[in-house]
């Protein structure tokens, strides 16, 4: 079975800017989380969605936004990217929601960096 | 407010050696505690799953337990070895979400 899939790896943008990033959760997983990892904060939840629904949403300005598609891949999008937004942004997913038995399976990551 | 607590920050041993990573949380209403290990600049790979109503769970050299009463998780490395130096980080499942510690940073000397 493929793994959890990020894409692009790598970004550089631009204050200002706005991107958006991709996961393709593993095949028969429904729930799709994202954080975001720095050195100063660690990880912390950005948000989650389950059968296209967003159930839960962390401490973040509203210029992060994501959305969740009827195959369950999932995009976030951040908007007027600021320096403080470098990061490395990364997507877990879990067969269903709040199931004691349940791994969350992490992706690789998209290292963003803005100038 | 969940929090987790990983100690100590960072850990430097001889190969070979026996060493305990220790985490502790604030709320018992957990679904499950997860080790993690972070390779630099890389994602996660999840080592162990331990649910709320276990108390340990083991695979190959690693043991963790869990003593959800107290808020605390151990995870046990028998024999290190210099590849498993990287970031072992313990994630609590609660209602909302994962919950995070900032990790132990563990270096395995040859």
């Known amino acids: 079975k493929a793994g959890v899939t990020q894409t692009p790896r790598y970004l550089i943008k631009t204050r200002g800017q706005q991107v958006t990033l991709s996961c393709s959760p593993i095949?028969?997983?429904?729930?799709v989380s994202w954080y975001q990892q720095t050195p100063g904060q660690g990880l912390q939840f950005l948000f989650e969605?389950?059968?296209?629904?967003?159930?839960n949403k962390g401490n973040f300005p509203g210029r992060f936004s994501g959305r969740q598609f009827s195959n369950s891949r999932s995009e976030m999008n951040v908007s007027t990217l600021e320096l403080g937004d470098s990061a490395l942004y990364l997507c877990?997913?879990?067969?269903?929601?709040?199931?004691?038995?349940?791994?969350?399976?992490f992706g690789p990551g998209t290292r963003l960096t803005v100038t | 407010k969940q929090e987790v607590t990983q100690i100590p920050a960072a850990l430097s041993v001889p190969e070979g050696e026996n060493l305990v990573l220790n985490c502790s949380f604030t709320?018992?209403?957990?679904?499950?505690l997860q080790w993690f290990r972070q390779d630099p600049g890389k994602g996660l790979t999840s080592l162990l799953l331990?649910?709320?109503?276990?108390r340990e769970q083991t695979s190959g050299r690693l043991n963790a337990s869990l003593d959800k009463s107290s808020g605390r998780s151990t995870l046990y490395i028998a024999a290190s070895q210099p590849g498993d130096s990287a970031t072992y980080l313990c994630?609590?499942?609660?209602?909302?979400?994962?919950?995070f510690g900032k990790g132990t940073k563990l270096t395995v000397n040859p």
């Open positions: 969605y389950f059968s296209e629904t967003q159930r």
């Open positions: 095949s028969g997983h429904r729930s």
């Open positions: 994630a609590v499942l609660t209602s909302e979400k994962l919950v």
């Open positions: 331990i649910q709320s109503s276990q």
């Open positions: 709320d018992s209403a957990i679904y499950n």
């Open positions: 877990a997913s879990s067969p269903w929601l709040r199931v004691p038995s349940y791994e969350q399976y």
